[in-house]
């Protein structure tokens, strides 16, 4: 089972998401991987909850596992599997946004605001009042500032946390609506983010630093799995393959209507790799994705785990826009939330060893920000 953004794929219905393959809304998905009770699921007491919790968490108490997505009101926090974190909000209404990015270990953050238009760092307000990003702590760069200074960054995250959003504009001019980033959920965020990088108890942590204790390092990058070039498919196999990959059925549509021939791939000498083209909208499609046996006998559909994501997130059998690398054994899909791209995911995987493995997985299931197809990362290998 996917994930919001990448959940039941349907025709489009007129409304919702511009036409393509209309996805389901991408905001609820990680709202629903918190807690379960009527009161815990109100998003203030979820960030009271893991406040409460993280503050009084031993120095000494193990960080949760990554890779880590999580919302928190306007706000979400992606943790890759090296701990790396991005801490990110928005308003979908406007297309201004705050980053907040940290590798583990002993590296420092940075802070990133940005817009479609310029930012000008000495016409924020916060709550209201002027909020200047002074020089030369804060740079300028394409339009938005940013710092990677831990002074500066600590007095932000100080006066952010208790406030309630960021203007970027003093005064908007004619009828544009006021660049804000709201800021209810990013102290839960970034205590999310301490808390993953094990950070709580030491002088490093963004919230409440205290205490000498050293800080883990960051985990190593895996290495890729490796792929070994199979003997090629035969032309009788290759026949027999393409005649079976015609009747493979979606799990999503009643029936394809792609006109678009199937492809077949070795992937070992005793394995192919099947995709169908089933169903083609405006910016993308699905292909039914499976793998065959090369001396005939039943297709296995492709069913492929996402770590990480909310309710036990699986890629395939119906998979969007999947394509095959036959030099690499890389198999890879992008799925847009919308048109937009604002919102969605890529992954990729290599066949190796007898499976399809996972070399990469960027997701983002909130729609909006200032740079669509800029997903955080939640899994890299080298």
Request: hydrophobic residues 40%; contains cysteine.
């Amino acid at each position: 089972m996917r994930p919001n953004i990448k959940g039941a794929i349907r025709p489009w219905q007129g409304e919702g998401h511009a036409p393509g393959l209309a996805l389901p809304c991408c905001h609820d998905a990680a709202k629903r991987n918190t807690v379960s009770t009527a009161a815990e699921d109100h998003p203030t007491m979820r960030r009271l909850l893991l406040l409460a919790t993280i503050l009084f968490l031993p120095a000494a108490a193990p960080p949760p596992a990554v890779p880590v997505y999580r919302q928190f009101g306007h706000w979400f926090v992606a943790c890759d599997n090296t701990r790396a974190c991005v801490a990110r909000g928005f308003d979908e209404a406007t297309s201004a946004q705050l980053d907040l990015i940290r590798p583990a270990g002993d590296a420092p953050p940075t802070l990133t605001l940005a817009a479609e238009d310029p930012v000008d760092p000495a016409a924020l307000r916060l709550d209201g009042k002027p909020f200047p990003l002074p020089a030369p702590a804060w740079t300028s760069k394409d339009g938005a500032v940013s710092t990677s200074d831990p002074a500066a960054v600590d007095a932000f995250v100080a006066a952010a946390r208790n406030a309630q959003s960021i203007a970027l504009d003093a005064a908007p001019s004619g009828d544009d609506a006021p660049r804000t980033v709201p800021l209810d959920g990013f102290t839960a965020a970034v205590l999310l983010v301490d808390a993953v990088q094990g950070r709580p108890g030491t002088a490093t942590a963004l919230i409440a630093p205290r205490g000498t204790a050293a800080v883990p390092a960051a985990p190593p990058v895996p290495a890729a799995p490796a792929w070994t070039p199979p003997p090629p498919l035969t032309r009788a196999e290759t026949a027999s393959l393409l005649r079976q990959a015609r009747s493979l059925r979606s799990v999503a549509f009643e029936s394809c209507d792609v006109r678009d021939p199937p492809e077949v791939f070795a992937l070992d000498a005793t394995r192919a790799l099947a995709i169908r083209p089933c169903y083609m909208a405006a910016y993308q499609g699905s292909s039914v994705v499976a793998v065959l046996p090369r001396g005939g006998g039943s297709p296995v559909p492709v069913k492929l785990a996402l770590p990480g994501l909310p309710e036990d997130a699986t890629e395939g059998p119906d998979m969007v826009d999947p394509e095959f690398d036959p030099a690499s054994g890389t198999l890879t899909t992008v799925s847009k939330g919308r048109g937009l791209a604002d919102c969605g995911s890529s992954e990729s995987w290599v066949w190796s060893r007898g499976a399809f493995r996972l070399t990469a997985l960027s997701y983002q299931n909130q729609c909006g920000g200032a740079a669509p197809g800029d997903w955080p990362t939640l899994f890299r290998t080298r």
